[in-house]
């Protein structure tokens, strides 16, 4: 077994985990219909518990997003990138592309953001930006801006949660030190 350089905690591989970290990493890889493991749980797994919480975590979230999967991808991006998150900001960037969200939006997202189309895109990412860096400065024009643009209460309240989960990976992933898993690296490598 393997110990983070940074903490001295075990970093559990899939070929050595045993008892209920083997069968909760089977459960992630069924259930997320992954074809590995990432580095993101291999650090967590000296908890068995938070490796349930994750799984629960994620599980929920998707099944109960109703944004579009790529608004959902471009927020986290954009959060994780304005984090500093590299490991987040790679994942995030890999699922972006894998859903068809093109370089010039990518680049527009962090650099660019005055100038993204659809305005309705640039207001979400805009105020799931804003919950995400400063929620306490929140005003009622923020929300209005996204009513304007035909955002319901209950896509608001989401918008809400997925940057307070891309806030949540960020930390996690930061604290832990956690490297940017090989396949989501070549596969970045190979769609630039």
């Known amino acids: 077994m ?16 045993t008892g209920e970290v083997a069968d909760l990493y089977e459960a992630w890889k069924r259930d997320m219909q992954a074809p590995y493991v990432p580095n993101f749980l291999k650090a967590m797994a000296a908890s068995p518990e938070m490796l349930v919480f994750a799984h629960q975590y994620w599980m929920a979230a998707i099944s109960n997003f109703t944004l579009p999967q790529s608004l959902v991808s471009m927020i986290q991006y954009t959060i994780a990138t304005y984090n500093n998150c590299l490991y987040c900001r790679a994942n995030q960037e890999l699922n972006c592309r894998t859903l068809g969200v093109d370089e010039d939006t990518l680049n527009k997202l962090v650099g660019d953001l005055d100038n993204l189309n659809p305005e309705r895109v640039r207001v979400i990412i805009d105020f799931a930006l804003k919950v995400a860096k400063h929620a306490q400065a929140l005003v009622l024009k923020d ?10 209460d209950g896509e608001i309240v989401e918008i809400i949660i997925i940057a307070a989960m891309g806030n949540f990976n960020d930390t996690v ?9 090989n396949m989501v690296q070549t596969a970045l490598d190979e769609l630039k």
């Open 143 to 152: 929300f209005e801006l996204l009513r304007e643009q035909g955002i319901t």
């Open 2 to 17: 393997t110990y983070l350089p940074i903490n001295g905690l075990p970093y559990i591989e899939e070929n050595e985990a």
């Open 173 to 181: 992933a930061d604290a832990l030190q956690i490297d940017v898993d």
